[in-house]
């Protein structure tokens, strides 16, 4: 396990954020459109319905009355269209969640990993460094989290203050590095030899 390895793995999990964010606007601007289009057709209907009542004679009236039929079957048509493309994209959705969490699992078990390796070939000159770095690393993986735990809850998959989406912990903590201690431990001698100029 190496550091680029690690920041490729954080590169994906960003990237996959970015995917699910464009995925639940995408779902939004879908639900707009076709609550501008059944708007727009209850108009017509309405329209259809007032000149049906102003009609002065029978024909007129049938050819108005075939019209609002005419929409209202058009409306019915477009609600069930609208459900159908949501549906769609939220299926997409789930997808790409789904997807991200078992990126999510990697990048984790990656973490671990790398941060044992880490562990053991800390050095006073380079212990400062790979905390920073896996401290930072740490910090991606859980922003990663926890925006698309908002867009879940946003999206109306989860509510808040829900625990588990299909067998994931969504109130997991923070990753936390074990050079922390080293750090600690070693923290008087760092700033004894970098005030001497040494690191």
């Given at each position: 396990?190496?550091k680029?390895?690690?920041?490729?793995k954080?590169k994906?999990?960003?990237?996959?954020?970015?995917?699910?964010?464009?995925?639940a606007?995408?779902i939004?601007t879908?639900?707009?459109?076709?609550a501008?289009?059944?708007?727009?057709?209850?108009t017509?209907?309405?329209d259809?319905k007032?000149?049906?009542?102003?009609a002065?004679?029978l024909?007129?009236?049938?050819?108005?009355?075939?019209i609002?039929d005419?929409?209202e079957h058009?409306?019915e048509?477009?609600?069930?269209?609208?459900?159908?493309?949501?549906?769609?994209?939220?299926?997409e959705?789930?997808?790409?969640?789904?997807?991200f969490?078992?990126?999510?699992?990697?990048?984790q078990?990656?973490?671990?990993?790398?941060?044992?390796?880490?562990?053991?070939?800390?050095?006073?000159?380079?212990?400062?460094?790979?905390?920073?770095?896996?401290n930072?690393v740490?910090n991606?993986?859980?922003?990663?989290?926890?925006d698309?735990?908002?867009?879940?809850?946003?999206?109306?998959?989860?509510q808040?203050?829900d625990n588990?989406?299909?067998?994931?912990?969504?109130?997991?903590r923070?990753l936390?590095?074990?050079?922390?201690s080293?750090?600690?431990?070693?923290?008087?001698?760092i700033s004894?030899?970098?005030?001497?100029?040494?690191?």
């Amino acid at each position: 396990m190496t550091k680029s390895e690690m920041l490729e793995k954080v590169k994906e999990l960003v990237t996959a954020v970015e995917g699910i964010e464009k995925q639940a606007e995408e779902i939004v601007t879908a639900q707009r459109a076709g609550a501008k289009a059944e708007e727009q057709l209850q108009t017509k209907i309405a329209d259809a319905k007032e000149e049906m009542m102003k009609a002065t004679d029978l024909e007129t009236a049938k050819k108005a009355k075939e019209i609002v039929d005419s929409l209202e079957h058009e409306l019915e048509l477009q609600k069930a269209v609208n459900i159908g493309a949501t549906k769609a994209e939220e299926e997409e959705l789930e997808q790409l969640i789904e997807d991200f969490f078992k990126n999510h699992a990697e990048a984790q078990n990656m973490y671990k990993s790398l941060d044992v390796e880490l562990l053991l070939s800390a050095t006073i000159k380079t212990v400062e460094a790979d905390y920073e770095f896996m401290n930072g690393v740490a910090n991606q993986i859980y922003d990663a989290f926890q925006d698309v735990l908002r867009v879940m809850i946003r999206q109306g998959i989860v509510q808040q203050g829900d625990n588990f989406y299909k067998g994931i912990h969504l109130g997991q903590r923070g990753l936390s590095t074990r050079l922390y201690s080293v750090m600690s431990a070693l923290q008087p001698e760092i700033s004894d030899l970098k005030r001497v100029g040494l690191l």
